[in-house]
């Protein structure tokens, strides 16, 4: 089995059923991988961490042009 990453947190399944049956993890399994596709456009792995990852750099880029900008982003379309 996979070490977890360092800081990574397991969240427990919530079957509402409360059973615990394998049947109940994989409705649960499923409906999870379900709201991923809804929500994502996938419910990939892989794709979802490049999602992530993507997401995390757009970010990064942002706060480094904030901080260039002396705290002030720039406004899409304003002229100044």
């Known amino acids: 089995m996979k070490a977890l990453p360092q800081g ?6 919530d079957i509402e ?7 109940a993890q994989l409705v649960a399994l499923y409906r999870d991988q379900q709201r991923l596709h809804e929500q994502l456009g996938t419910s990939d ?4 961490l490049a999602i992530i990852a993507s997401l995390s750099a ?6 480094a042009e904030r901080d260039q900008a ?3 982003l720039p406004v899409a379309g304003a002229s100044g």
């Open 8 to 13: 990574a947190v397991v969240q427990p399944i």
């Open 17 to 23: 059923s409360g059973d615990g049956s394998m049947e």
């Open 45 to 48: 792995t892989e794709a979802t």
């Open 58 to 63: 757009q970010l990064r880029a942002l706060y």
């Open 70 to 72: 002396d705290g002030e």
